[in-house]
């Protein structure tokens, strides 16, 4: 993954080593100056990607005969025999864990290392983080809009931005909540629950019940087949009286379809009611082939709508599954789940809740992986310090400025449990303790002093990657996901809210603010 790098990376990595540079110990720091979506949070993610590539970091012969080909014919040839050589032995990352909650300005993780190196990683950390950490929070947004009961099922294989971009999507939306994925190569590589039944071509491909086949089911209690055709026609002529629906206006070809799947897959029959009419075709058939189920001993899993007013529709479905409960006797026919798409929002969540609806179920895509709402987090990768001299970017825009030299990040919780405050420090200083009252000054807001006691104080950092080598067992994917959950559940709901949230203050220590202060002065 070592020529994962944009060029100036390696013109840059030259000028270092033909200044004699390029040993000189760094640190650098990966973060993002805004919240995503106007909201408070990210989720961090991408961390065990980054770490799998800085192991492997390495320039093979034929990458370093490439490079030889794009950079300048004055490039000394000792340069490339130096970047033959190049591992990451000796780098150092901390990072927070994947899968917490970050906030703006606050270090996801940090970099020391040679100058030379540490600049080279630059890039490849940025693209492995920003899109990880930016899907895994749009998809925590859709989590929170839900509610914890709804399942949420991402779908986005089609619509995503390639094969890898699918790929990420899948893996980093289900460590932001999601349950399950359609893409069946994420199923495999990451373990995520793949599901998925029948789409409308699959109706649309059937006109009658002679093209059934296989026919017949035999019962789960055992005994002679039945024929499934039959059966569920016999039962679509009193579902029809139930719902008051002409019987002719029931699509046969629709009605095929669902009893050929049934026959195929008796244990997860799922009707896809909106290939005709909802009210008079896709709801009778699917009512009659999942009471002929029941009868054989077998139970439908669902039903999914796929357009139209999606809310109001899912209350129509539930009124008639719980009529047909009622006169059929079939209890659980009620409480059948009901499953929608069709090009799902934020927006489309907020409506079901403020409509009111029956739905259990809600499939994203388009708007779950190219995150329309904003198309990038905006990581930056900036050094900090170099030669234990720390550095500083300066800018009249604050938001832009950094945070000079290698630090120390804490989490600070009020009474409640809540993270109310995250606190840089320089490395050196003491940690600070729960009880503690600390001098503290709010980035935005650097020349005032605040006085804050925190009950409790967490350290975020931990150090993943030392001497080559992943230095800490890495969670699971579903641990990471479990994580991610928990860490959401601490927010104060004012910091939780996608609309206009309370702002999440960022805090340097009383040394930190003196140094960045004596630097500003002396760079003036």
Known sequence: MAPLADLYQLTMAYGHWRAGRHRAPAAAELFFRRGPFRGAFALGAGLAEGLRCLRAFRFSAADVAYLRSVLPSTTEDAFFDYLATLDTSEVTVTAVPEGSVVFARVPFLQVKGPLLVVQLLETMLLCLVNYASLVATNAARFRLLAGPDVKLMEMGLRRAQGPDGALSASKYSYIGGFDCTSNILAGKLYGIPVRGTIAHSFI???????????????????????????????????????????????????????????????????????????????????????????????????????????????????????????????????????????????????????????????????????????????????????????????????????????????????????????????EKEPSPSAGQELVVHVLGQLDEARTVVPTTVESLHRTYFRDGQVCELLPSLLEVRNHAQMSLNLLSPTHRRLHEPQPYPVAITEQLHRLLTELQQDRR
């Open 204 to 426: 649309m491909s059937f006109t009658s019940l002679e093209e059934v086949q296989p026919r017949e089911l035999s019962p789960l209690a055992g005994g002679d087949p039945v024929d499934l055709p039959a059966l569920a026609s016999s039962w679509l002529g009193q579902v029809c009286e139930v719902l008051q629906t002409p019987l002719e206006k029931a699509n046969q070809g629709e009605l095929a379809a669902f009893v050929s799947y049934a026959v195929t897959f008796p244990w997860d029959f799922q009707g896809l009611l909106d290939t005709y009419c909802v009210r008079r075709s896709g709801l009778p058939n699917f009512c009659a082939v999942a009471l002929a189920l029941h009868q054989l001993g077998y139970r439908a899993i669902g039903v999914r709508l796929d357009s139209g007013d999606l809310a109001q529709q899912s209350k129509e479905i539930r009124q008639v599954l719980r009529a047909c409960a009622d006169r059929f006797q079939v209890p659980w026919f009620g409480t059948i789940p009901i499953a929608v798409s069709n090009d799902i929002s934020e927006q489309s969540l907020e409506e079901f809740s403020r409509e009111g609806s029956e739905i259990d179920m809600i499939g994203v895509g388009t708007n779950l992986v190219t995150c329309p709402l904003q198309p990038s987090l905006g990581c930056v990768y900036k050094l900090v310090e170099v030669n234990g001299s720390p550095c500083l970017k300066l800018t009249e825009d604050e938001e832009k400025m950094t945070i000079p030299g290698t630090k120390r990040i804490y989490r600070l919780y009020d009474a409640a449990g809540h993270p109310f405050m995250d606190l840089m420090a320089l």
